[in-house]
């Protein structure tokens, strides 16, 4: 330290640098403090026992993981959360992509149809849940009626009534949730496409789903990359739909990981138990994140 | 900036699009539908089955009947508390942390860039197990300063992004030019890059405020107090209570939704540019 000389030039650097740890200071502490902090006292919930307020008791290295590991239950709500991903994210990028072609289509109402497609999106997530589960009613809700009445589904289920039909329920809330993302993302995509390589498919006759196999698609697949996984990311960790659809029943028959992590610590006061589970989500929503971060500063194709 | 074309679908496609985009908003916005009939029926007419689309009486009423039947006003007040305080508080936070990386030099700045990305990947869901126990050390449980704090944290990393990119974006042959002339460091910011950088101020004041106004998960576990809940809270323990008053519900929900509705159509383009990293031109 003491045998670098300090220039003038040397000298305005270290200006700078003190400069910039002061104003990063504040978003520094709180980022420490109220995220690596609670993430690194959770670490520790999921090696100790714990008691019902939380407290950390006794060490107990990793009996908790075979605790949680060795519950079925713990398969099952993992199982359900990769499923529920999975499906959730389809259905999304194919109704995204639909959408987005369709809105790629110069008519009348193009672009009023534009602003009402991302209604979903704009709208409060937690108030439209509380919406959709009076429009799942089985007895004054509108849904069933009109599946009734237009002879879509004559008999349709008691949706938030059963496992089955809840979680099925629930996932569509949340791909209504995220159409309009993928949708926006895939028509910005689309419109920046050049004109001429449609036009020059034109002249030697190719077919629509031709011209969208090799042009379109292969134009977007950065857009649809990039938003798959952001969309993954946010499906996975999406708690409003179970929880305020069906609060993970019957008798926690819809749980996703989320939600089970959420009652194991609030509602049954398992602590350790809740902590494994939110290590484990934590590794695959970072890894998740990590490859998102590769595709954001990846420059082109 | 919107370019349809049309060479791609020839004109004899059109009524099947038209068709098609017609069917598919009449799925996606079947939910506001609901909203909007329920709310201007008379709670008789809410039940009676089998339901009608459209009620037979049209009234107005619910949106008297609100104010006075529950604590919606308590919960508009809480939840715009809540939203403004965030949008204040990440500001503060964010602007010099998103000018110390765009504009200056100092060991670490890689470790501070990659820091602020992992962390807007965080979810709220595995900290708040903990997170609880240090709000109530820190007496922070049923407070407006909790959520406002944990608001601001969540939504800080994307400001951050988000802004760092607009500052580097102004040449600093600017700044430069300024500091010739005198200039300080305070006035290139205040005078120079702030004032450019509007937009990008506007979007993430924009966003961090209808972060707040939707959030639920953190109000859930930390609000126990009625006067203190905001309207995701406050509405879903009023279904939890009344399940009977759909017609209020939907009244309400409607109010709640209009001021997040309208400031998500003033952003919305912007966003998705920050979310996808320049893939997509805002």
Same mark, same amino acid.
Request: aromatic fraction near 16%; hydrophobic fraction near 55%; charge should be positive.
């Given at each position: 330290m003491s045998e670098r000389v300090l220039t003038p030039h040397n000298k305005l650097r270290v200006r700078e640098a003190r400069l910039a740890y002061a104003l990063l200071l504040p978003a520094v502490v709180c980022v420490t403090g109220f995220m690596i902090y609670p993430l690194v006292y959770?670490f520790?919930?999921?090696?100790?026992?714990?008691?019902?307020?939380?407290?950390?008791? $006794?060490?107990?290295?990793?009996?908790?993981?075979?605790?949680?590991?060795?519950?079925?239950?713990?398969?099952?709500?993992?199982?359900?959360?990769?499923?529920?991903?999975?499906?959730?994210?389809?259905?999304?990028?194919?109704?995204?992509?639909?959408?987005?072609?369709?809105?790629?289509?110069?008519?009348?109402?193009?672009?009023?149809?534009?602003?009402?497609? #991302?209604?979903?999106?704009?709208?409060?997530?937690?108030?439209?849940?509380?919406?959709?589960?009076?429009?799942?009613?089985?007895?004054?809700?509108?849904?069933?009626?009109?599946? $009734?009445?237009?002879? #879509?589904?004559?008999?349709?289920?008691?949706?938030?009534?059963?496992?089955?039909?809840?979680?099925?329920?629930?996932?569509?809330?949340?791909?209504?949730?995220?159409?309009?993302?993928?949708?926006?993302?895939?028509?910005?995509?689309?419109?920046?496409?050049?004109?001429?390589?449609?036009?020059?498919?034109?002249?030697?006759?190719?077919?629509?789903?031709?011209?969208? $196999?090799?042009?379109?698609?292969?134009?977007?697949?950065?857009?649809?990359?990039?938003?798959?996984?952001?969309?993954?990311?946010?499906?996975?960790?999406?708690?409003?739909?179970?929880?305020?659809?069906?609060?993970?029943?019957?008798?926690?028959?819809?749980? #996703?990981?989320?939600?089970?992590?959420?009652?194991?610590?609030?509602?049954?006061?398992?602590?350790?138990?809740?902590?494994?589970?939110?290590?484990?989500?934590?590794? #695959?929503?970072t890894?998740?994140s990590v490859?998102?971060a590769r595709?954001y500063f990846?420059e082109?194709? | 900036?919107?370019?349809?074309?049309?060479?791609?679908?020839?004109?004899?496609?059109?009524?099947?699009?038209?068709?098609?985009?017609?069917?598919?908003?009449?799925?996606?916005?079947?939910?506001?539908?609901?909203?909007?009939?329920?709310?201007?029926?008379?709670?008789?007419?809410?039940?009676?089955?089998?339901?009608?689309?459209?009620?037979?009486?049209?009234?107005?009423?619910?949106?008297?009947?609100?104010?006075?039947?529950?604590?919606?006003?308590?919960?508009?007040?809480?939840?715009?508390?809540? &939203?403004i305080g965030s949008s204040a508080l990440n500001m503060l936070l964010s602007i010099p942390a998103a000018y110390a990386i765009a504009r200056l030099r100092f060991k670490g700045q890689q470790v501070a860039l990659y820091l602020f990305l992992v962390v807007q990947m965080f979810?709220?869901?595995?900290v708040?197990?903990?997170l609880?126990?240090t709000f109530?050390a820190l007496?922070l449980?049923?407070?407006?300063i909790g959520?406002i704090i944990i608001n601001a944290v969540f939504s800080m990393a994307f400001s951050i992004w988000l802004l760092s990119g607009y500052f580097k974006s102004i040449p600093v042959q600017i700044e430069e030019a300024a500091f010739i002339d005198g200039a300080t460091r305070w006035q290139t910011v205040t005078r120079i890059i702030l004032p450019i950088s509007s937009p990008g101020l506007v979007t993430t004041t924009?966003y961090t405020f209808?972060a707040a106004?939707?959030?639920?998960?953190?109000?859930?576990?930390?609000?126990?107090?009625?006067?203190?809940?905001?309207?995701?809270?406050?509405?879903?323990?009023?279904?939890?209570?009344?399940?009977?008053?759909?017609?209020?519900?939907?009244?309400? &929900?409607?109010?709640?939704?209009?001021?997040?509705?309208?400031?998500?159509?003033?952003?919305?383009?912007r966003?998705?540019?920050g979310?996808?990293g320049g893939?997509?031109?805002?």
């Open positions: 959770v520790l919930m999921s090696v100790f026992k714990t008691n019902r307020l939380g407290w950390l008791v $006794k060490f107990v290295g990793l009996t908790n993981f075979g605790t949680v590991l060795s519950d079925i239950e713990f398969w099952r709500v993992t199982g359900r959360s990769l499923l529920w991903t999975t499906l959730a994210v389809f259905m999304k990028t194919f109704l995204g992509m639909v959408i987005a072609m369709l809105l790629n289509v110069q008519f009348r109402g193009q672009k009023m149809a534009r602003m009402l497609f #991302i209604a979903p999106w704009a709208s409060s997530v937690p108030i439209s849940v509380l919406l959709w589960s009076w429009v799942y009613n089985p007895q004054f809700g509108l849904l069933n009626h009109t599946l $009734k009445i237009t002879g #879509i589904w004559p008999n349709p289920p008691v949706w938030l009534g059963y496992p089955i039909s809840g979680f099925f329920a629930a996932i569509w809330v949340d791909i209504w949730i995220g159409v309009p993302f993928m949708a926006l993302v895939f028509l910005s995509g689309m419109q920046s496409i050049p004109e001429e390589l449609y036009e020059s498919a034109d002249m030697d006759g190719v077919n629509n789903f031709q011209k969208f $196999k090799f042009i379109t698609l292969p134009s977007i697949l950065r857009i649809v990359q990039i938003s798959t996984l952001l969309s993954a990311l946010w499906t996975f960790n999406d708690f409003n739909a179970i929880y305020i659809l069906t609060g993970g029943g019957p008798v926690n028959s819809t749980d #996703i990981l989320i939600t089970s992590i959420y009652k194991n610590a609030f509602v049954y006061a398992r602590f350790d138990q809740a902590a494994v589970m939110a290590i484990i989500t934590f590794i #695959i929503l890894s998740l490859v998102y595709y990846k082109d194709v | 900036m919107m370019k349809p074309r049309t060479s791609k679908w020839r004109n004899r496609g059109k009524p099947f699009v038209i068709i098609l985009t017609v069917l598919l908003l009449l799925i996606m916005l079947f939910p506001f539908f609901v909203m909007i009939t329920t709310m201007l029926r008379t709670s008789k007419e809410v039940y009676i089955s089998p339901p009608r689309w459209i009620p037979h009486t049209i009234t107005f009423n619910n949106f008297f009947l609100v104010w006075s039947q529950y604590l919606l006003a308590g919960y508009f007040k809480s939840s715009a508390i809540i &939203a979810s709220p869901v595995v708040v197990i903990s609880f126990k109530s007496n449980l049923d407070s407006y959520l924009i209808i106004w939707n959030e639920f998960l953190f109000a859930l576990s930390f609000i126990q107090k009625q006067e203190r809940m905001p309207l995701t809270l406050g509405l879903y323990r009023f279904v939890g209570r009344w399940s009977s008053q759909w017609e209020l519900l939907t009244t309400s &929900a409607f109010l709640a939704i209009i001021p997040v509705l309208v400031l998500f159509y003033i952003i919305q383009q966003l998705i540019g979310l996808t893939a997509v031109k805002g």
